[in-house]
Nanobody
Framework: QVRIVESGGGWVQPGGSLRLSCTAS????????VSWFRQAPGKERDLVASITTSSFTSNYLDSVKGRFTISRDDAKNTVYLQMNSLKPEDTAVYYC??????????????WGPGTQVTVSS
C-alpha cells in the first residue's frame, strides 16, 4: 500500500520560513511529478506547486511565486517545499500528492495526510 507522509509544518510569524518534506513508501516519488496542495477549513484545496521528474521544471500558484520553492532530492527520494516570507493567508494544511504506479503496479492518485502550517503573530 502506498503511504505518503509530509513533515515540517508548524507555527511561524509573518515573514518567517518553513521547509516541508514529502516522502513515500510503496511508491517511488522520484519516478513521477509531485505536487503540493493546501487547504484551509471551508475552502477549496488549491495546487501550490508542482515539480517534474529530474527537476526539469516547476510551477507555482501565482500568490506564492517568488516566495516558495519546490525541489527534490532524488537520491533521498524526497520532495521539499521551501516557504519564505510567509503570510497569514498561507495558513492551511499542506498536502503532498503524486500520481503514478505503486511498487505493486497499481495506478492511482496518492496523497499524504497533510501537515499544518500556521502563520500568525
Amino acid at each position: 500500500q502506498v503511504r505518503i507522509v509530509e513533515s515540517g509544518g508548524g507555527w511561524v510569524q509573518p515573514g518567517g520560513s518553513l521547509r516541508l518534506s514529502c516522502t513515500a513508501s510503496g511508491f517511488t516519488l522520484r519516478n513521477y511529478p509531485v505536487s503540493w496542495f493546501r487547504q484551509a477549513p471551508g475552502k477549496e484545496r488549491d495546487l501550490v506547486a508542482s515539480i517534474t521528474t529530474s527537476s526539469f521544471t516547476s510551477n507555482y500558484l501565482d500568490s506564492v511565486k517568488g516566495r516558495f520553492t519546490i525541489s527534490r532530492d532524488d537520491a533521498k527520494n524526497t520532495v521539499y517545499l521551501q516557504m519564505n516570507s510567509l503570510k497569514p493567508e498561507d495558513t492551511a494544511v499542506y498536502y503532498c500528492h503524486s500520481r503514478g504506479y505503486s511498487d505493486d503496479s497499481r495506478l492511482g492518485d496518492y496523497w499524504g495526510p497533510g501537515t499544518q502550517v500556521t502563520v500568525s503573530s
